[in-house]
Nanobody, 123 residues
Framework: QVQLVESGGGSVQAGGSLRLSCAAS??????MGWFRQAPGKGREAVASIWTGGSVAYYADSVQGRFTISQDNTKNTLYLQMSSLKPEDTAIYYC??????????????????WGQGTQVTVSS
């Protein structure tokens, strides 16, 4: 089992920045990712990263504005979000996959999820 706890969400004006963190209870997940879910919409992938540090995926909508990273010494995943837009408003979830072989956009590929943190961007 892996417990994931997100933090860093909040309210910000358009153009602002936030950094999300996700603390994992144990190391050695093959892949970790960030997903988001806006009201009335499905869960969509934002970004994912292999345990070795290579970025696996960015959604087109966040490419160039968001940066995924991790600190394996702290078992912590980060999402630096810049130039935020109102359409980035959503609950952001951290996810982990223990087995190797996949690190992309399908939520069903991840077995462990955090409780989510709200990000609200006002215009």
């Amino acid at each position: 089992q892996v417990q994931l706890v997100e933090s860093g969400g909040g309210s910000v004006q358009a153009g602002g920045s936030l950094r999300l963190s996700c603390a994992a209870s144990r190391a050695r997940s093959a892949c970790m990712g960030w997903f988001r879910q806006a009201p009335g919409k499905g869960r969509e992938a934002v970004a994912s990263i292999w345990t070795g540090g290579s970025v696996a995926y960015y959604a087109d909508s966040v490419q160039g504005r968001f940066t995924i990273s991790q600190d394996n010494t702290k078992n912590t995943l980060y999402l630096q979000m810049s130039s935020l837009k109102p359409e980035d408003t959503a609950i952001y979830y951290c996810a982990a996959r223990r087995a190797s072989g996949y690190c992309a956009a399908d939520p069903s590929g991840y077995g462990f999820w955090g409780q989510g943190t709200q990000v609200t961007v006002s215009s």
